[in-house]
């Protein structure tokens, strides 16, 4: 009797285990969070945010001269020339990564926005642009050389010489208004000249000199001035004949239309030029100078039947030996174009000192 009661718990316990061993991966499966019948699962994800480590320009502009060579990705070295009317440049530069950063000669630039305005100094100035990228470590440097002229010689901005006024300035006439005027040819006849010329301020950079009243003189074809009278150059007594005032506009510009100049004993052919400043003719003039023609266009001029009684100048025949011209017309020679015909034109850049 006992053994069959062992027997049968032995059983029962079997029992249970295989009853165990079917339903035991229910409940192990309910733990994990799912409904009743389902299969549940967590799962994790995690996005990597990659930082970009591109230092490189898309673009790269000047307010003033042009790259070399020109702008290219992959260039970090240019060179840019200016005149040297030009005294500073601003530089735009454009990063290829809206998250980059650019520093311009060490200050923070916005990309594709213009850089504050850099001094020039006559010569090379250095300009370096470094770009820097989203890592904070990846850079890029760029360097530019900005190259500005100096004053050389012949240049619009060269200080003209100051010479003598002359034995023949009647600066009585500044006072009479109506010398303000284009046309100062009045009765003399002569080959016909148009006086076009400009004046640079030499101490601010080589600005337009505005608003300055230019007072030029010269003789007629004869090699007679207006306004006075001698046996040397005849009765002119009241006479304006070949002067003028014409005030500089915004462009530093005056024009005269007037004849091609004679010659007188002593001296080569020339126009004398006056400067007031300030249309300010009460005052002494800031400069005082003569301007000196081609001696191929002269020679060409004294030949036209307009000025065959006074003919070629046999008094000074060469610029050294005139003397006022000896020391060299480098500042003071005028580009001349046309001919007898039709006339000529007469131009030169005046460099003032206001």
Same mark, same amino acid.
């Given at each position: ?20 061993? *079917?339903?035991? +991966? ?32 898309? @673009? ?38 809206? +998250? ?40 890029? *440097? ?139 003719? +009460? ?8 301007? +000196? ?53 007469? *131009? ?5 000192? @206001?």
């Amino acid at each position: 009797m006992q053994e069959k009661t062992t027997e049968a718990k032995i059983l029962g316990r079997r029992a249970a285990l295989g009853l165990i061993s *079917t339903l035991g +991966a229910i409940p192990l499966i309910r733990c994990g969070g799912g409904g009743s019948g389902s299969t549940a699962s967590s799962t994790s994800t995690s996005t990597a945010t990659t930082t970009s480590s591109d230092a490189t320009l898309s @673009a790269l502009a000047l307010s003033a001269g042009s790259l070399s060579p020109a702008f290219s990705s992959s260039t970090t070295s240019y060179t840019a020339s200016v005149v040297n009317s030009v005294t500073s440049v601003t530089v735009t530069a454009t990063s290829t990564s809206s +998250a980059a950063t650019i520093k311009i000669n060490g200050t923070t630039v916005a990309s594709g926005a213009a850089s504050g305005a850099i001094s020039l100094s006559v010569g090379t100035t250095a300009i370096t642009i470094v770009v820097t990228a989203q890592d904070g470590t990846t850079t890029e *440097t760029v360097t530019l050389s900005m190259v500005r002229a100096s004053v050389t010689s012949g240049s619009n901005c060269a200080l003209i010489p100051e010479e003598t006024e002359g034995p023949y300035p009647l600066l009585a006439i500044l006072s009479n208004s109506s010398i303000v005027r284009t046309n100062i040819t009045e009765t003399q006849t002569g080959v016909p000249l148009t006086l076009t010329l400009t004046f640079d301020n030499v101490n601010d950079a080589c600005a337009p000199l505005v608003n300055a009243a230019v007072y030029i003189w010269q003789c007629n074809k004869d090699g007679e001035y207006s306004g006075y009278s001698s046996t040397a150059n005849g009765s002119h007594l009241n006479e304006t004949f070949l002067r003028g005032i014409q005030l500089t506009d915004s462009n530093g510009q005056v024009s005269f239309t007037t004849i091609y100049p004679g010659w007188y004993t002593g001296r080569i052919t020339h126009v004398h030029v006056q400067v007031y400043l300030n249309d300010n003719l +009460a005052v002494t003039a800031t400069a005082t100078t003569q301007l +000196a023609f081609p001696q191929d266009i002269t020679t060409a001029v004294y030949n036209s039947s307009l000025y065959a009684t006074h003919g070629q100048n046999t008094s000074v025949t060469s610029f050294s030996a005139d003397n006022v011209f000896s020391d060299g017309t480098t500042y003071q020679m005028m580009t001349v174009t046309g001919d007898t015909t039709n006339g000529y034109v007469a *131009t030169l850049n005046i460099g003032i000192a @206001a």
